[in-house]
């Protein structure tokens, strides 16, 4: 999943890079902003923004596990993009690279766009939260005890499992993309 997911329109260009460069750009950012070690397998993000000096945003290594997304997605936000290092999910103002924030999960299990709705979803082990072109839209109730797995989507309506810890099993749900409230299950 590394890579730059371009599936909402955006005014930035981005490359995720193999390492930290030799030479550091003029502007460079630590996300977030005091920690220790970053280097140890950040994910190294050279990003140019529309308007002003290209940057170099190193975002700090979350687990080192291919369950966890790795990758730069556009977002709702044209001018915003979302970093993810090993399940750790840095959203950033490519204008202000000052200005970011932190998906407060730890780790994101997926990440998800639907660009027709303007939604970007990040997947947790118990819930989801949605991001539109304003910030934070809404954030389900618990929907497992222990992992979520997306299986389709029909309009607004997303439709998934969870596993319930009462019946030892997995249980549907469905959520309206709106309001993030369930409608099923």
């Not at 990003?47 to 000096?53: I, K, N, R, S």
């Not at 290092?85 to 766009?113: C, H, M, N």
């Not at 749900?173 to 369930?182: A, E, K, P």
């Amino acid at each position: 999943m590394t890579g730059v997911h371009e599936e909402f329109a955006h005014n930035w260009k981005a490359e995720v890079l193999r390492g930290r460069p030799l030479i550091l750009p003029s502007r460079h950012y630590t996300y977030p902003a005091v920690v220790d070690e970053v280097e140890r397998g950040a994910l190294e993000v050279l990003v140019t923004p529309a308007e002003g000096l290209p940057f170099l945003a190193t975002c700090a290594l979350g687990f080192r596990d291919p369950a966890v997304p790795t990758g730069v997605w556009a977002m709702p936000d044209a001018e915003w993009l979302c970093a993810v290092s090993g399940g750790y999910s840095y959203l950033i103002d490519t204008r202000v690279p000052e200005q970011f924030k932190q998906v407060a999960w730890r780790p994101v299990l997926g990440v998800e766009t639907i660009p027709e709705l303007g939604l970007m979803l990040f997947v947790g082990h118990h819930a989801l939260v949605a991001w539109d072109a304003k910030g934070e839209a809404w954030q389900s109730d618990r929907l497992s005890w222990e992992g979520v797995t997306l299986t389709g989507r029909e309009g607004n309506v997303l439709h998934g499992v969870g596993w319930d810890l009462m019946t030892d099993r997995d249980t549907p749900f469905s959520l309206d993309l709106t309001t993030g409230r369930r409608v099923s299950g």
